[in-house]
């Protein structure tokens, strides 16, 4: 059972009457790299009338270019407030007839011919990225990873293709809050190697509106062979630093025993272009790659450290995503 607190809807809430955006984020990729699937469910209470909204979003990423020529393909779908459920307590989250439960995802979006019905499961924890005594710090949103390690069966469809798929590596993201964030730069990955399983998970706000000018929030999680190492306290929190240009993230962290530092790169030619609205009907940009490159080295830093040095390579599963204000020039809003 996955708990309520970071999988339940919060968009039905009396706390986020006044606005809310709230996001789940299902992510499937084909072990071999291949191809990758990113299909999100969303809810939007505009700030000044609460109107309730909803859209279903569908991602193929397609590295083979067998059934995308141009290597990603999206599309997306609105619902008005009538055909959006939102419940409080834990359930399905229901959008047209676009539903996502702790089991199961199906839904289509029929204007583009594509349709998707799978299964899934978690074989690890849920992840909390970043602590209750940091949310202060982080203005208008909140990230938690229900499904971290987790596996999915079923098929997606497309026009004149169908791609099956058995016990292939998902997760599934849930962030919510009064708005997004203004900018960020996020990463995951994960990858079975002779050094051990692991899943990554990290994120950086920079605290001065550019990347470029001043300190950034930087958090991460590594889930080694099931132990969880948070790099994400108050202590790692003032010391972890990060550079983040689009398509490129690098992540130097420090918790009491371990340094972590994650190097994440994208083919820019498989990167999606999506348009975020906001509460107050600002329009954010976010561009995001599931077919990313990463390597992650951690090291540990105390004396009594069983663990030797170790060195993780994701050659392209990784996902890589980065937001920011208004259009983003030379590239074409995709969804």
Request: charged share 15%; net charge positive; hydrophobic share 40%.
């Amino acid at each position: 059972m996955i708990p309520g607190r970071i999988w339940s809807a919060r968009a039905g809430t009396p706390a986020y009457a006044t606005g809310i955006v709230e996001s789940y984020f299902v992510r499937i990729n084909h072990p071999g790299g291949h191809w990758a699937a990113w299909i999100k469910h969303t809810f939007l209470v505009q700030k000044r009338t609460r109107a309730l909204s909803g859209a279903c979003w569908f991602l193929l990423f397609d590295r083979t270019r067998t059934i995308v020529p141009s290597g990603v393909l999206a599309a997306r779908e609105h619902f008005g407030e009538a055909n959006v459920e939102s419940a409080a307590g834990p359930g399905d989250i229901l959008l047209g007839d676009n539903r996502l439960s702790e089991s199961l995802c199906s839904g289509h979006i029929p204007a583009s011919g594509i349709s998707w019905r799978f299964s899934h499961a978690s074989t690890g924890s849920p992840l909390v990225l970043a602590p209750a005594t940091l949310s202060p710090l982080i203005p208008g949103t909140k990230l938690t990873t229900p499904v971290a390690e987790g596996y999915a069966s079923g098929q997606l469809e497309f026009p004149g293709h169908i791609l099956r798929f058995d016990n292939y590596p998902m997760s599934i993201g849930h962030n919510w809050g009064r708005r997004h964030a203004t900018r960020y730069a996020w990463a995951q990955a994960r990858t079975l190697s002779a050094e051990g399983r692991i899943f990554f998970e990290g994120f950086t706000l920079p605290l001065s509106g550019e990347f470029q000018d001043g300190p950034a929030l930087t958090m991460a999680t590594l889930v080694l062979n099931g132990r969880t190492l948070s790099f994400s306290g108050l202590v790692s929190a003032t010391r972890n630093r990060s550079r983040a240009v689009p398509g490129r993230l690098t992540m130097d962290l420090l918790n009491d025993r371990y340094t972590l530092n994650a190097d994440f790169c994208w083919d820019d030619t498989l990167v999606a272009a999506l348009r975020y609205p906001q509460p107050d009907r600002a329009l954010s940009t976010c561009l995001c790659s599931m077919l990313a490159s990463a390597v992650l080295v951690l090291t540990p830093t105390v004396s009594d450290a069983a663990d030797a040095r170790m060195r993780f390579e994701v050659p392209g599963t990784a996902a890589l995503e980065f937001l920011s204000p208004g259009p983003v020039p030379g590239r074409t809003v995709l969804a």
